[in-house]
T-cell receptor, first 114, second 114 residues
Framework: AQSVTQLDSQVPVFEEAPVELRCNYSSSVSVYLFWYVQYPNQGLQLLLKYLSGSTLVKGINGFEAEFNKSQTSFHLRKPSVHISDTAEYFC????????????FGKGTRLSVIA | KAGVTQTPRYLIKTRGQQVTLSCSPISGHRSVSWYQQTPGQGLQFLFEYFSETQRNKGNFPGRFSGRQFSNSRSEMNVSTLELGDSALYLCASNPSGGSYNEQFFGPGTRLTVL
């Protein structure tokens, strides 16, 4: 079984400052890794995903994440945040083999302060 | 291409009643998954349907059921509603259900049980 821990439930940050949202996972098998974002009153939208290859993954809206296999982490970063980045961010994993569903972390609420 | 649509968007029911939620996936997508989102538990997987067959099931009681039609539209049903069933119910579709695929989420149905 897989599990995902998002280490911060809330992260306040000033506009134009950098941000890192932390994600650690546990799995006995190889996994695919995802970050999704949920804006108020909307469903989730994919930011980026790691399937294989380069451990640095670039996504939409200037976000990037780095897969670290030894530390079982997949932290999300943005060098300069905007007010419009205020949302809830979810890290998720799925085993490489088989068609098993995504397992989500509990989310990190990012609040960007003007 | 139209996105994933869910109806109704909001629903208020009383304990003991039953409810049916509907999800129309993106055209051509054969896999539909359902998730329950609550502030305390985050996103929890309910079930996945692929080509009218339930392929995966989460750890929910038998009061939660679903089905998928030949046009890939899906419904989920909750019988004998309890206060704890109040949640945002999200539907997601993807082309083939492969774990590497992006899940496309609908805006959700907000269910309130009084």
């Amino acid at each position: 079984a897989q599990s995902v821990t998002q280490l911060d439930s809330q992260v306040p940050v000033f506009e134009e400052a950098p941000v890192e949202l932390r994600c650690n996972y546990s799995s006995s098998v190889s996994v695919y890794l995802f970050w999704y974002v949920q804006y108020p009153n909307q469903g989730l939208q994919l930011l980026l995903k790691y399937l294989s290859g380069s451990t640095l993954v670039k996504g939409i809206n200037g976000f990037e994440a780095e897969f670290n296999k030894s530390q079982t982490s997949f932290h999300l970063r943005k060098p300069s945040v905007h007010i419009s980045d205020t949302a809830e961010y979810f890290c998720a994993v799925s085993p490489v083999l088989g068609n098993t569903p995504l397992v989500f972390g509990k989310g990190t609420r990012l609040s960007v302060i003007a | 291409k139209a996105g994933v649509t869910q109806t109704p968007r909001y629903l208020i029911k009383t304990r003991g009643q039953q409810v049916t939620l509907s999800c129309s996936p993106i055209s051509g997508h054969r896999s539909v998954s359902w998730y329950q989102q609550t502030p305390g538990q985050g996103l929890q997987f309910l079930f996945e349907y692929f080509s009218e067959t339930q392929r995966n099931k989460g750890n929910f009681p038998g009061r939660f059921s679903g089905r998928q039609f030949s046009n890939s539209r899906s419904e989920m049903n909750v019988s004998t509603l309890e206060l704890g069933d109040s949640a945002l119910y999200l539907c997601a579709s993807n082309p083939s259900g492969g774990s590497y695929n992006e899940q496309f989420f609908g805006p959700g149905t907000r269910l309130t049980v009084l």
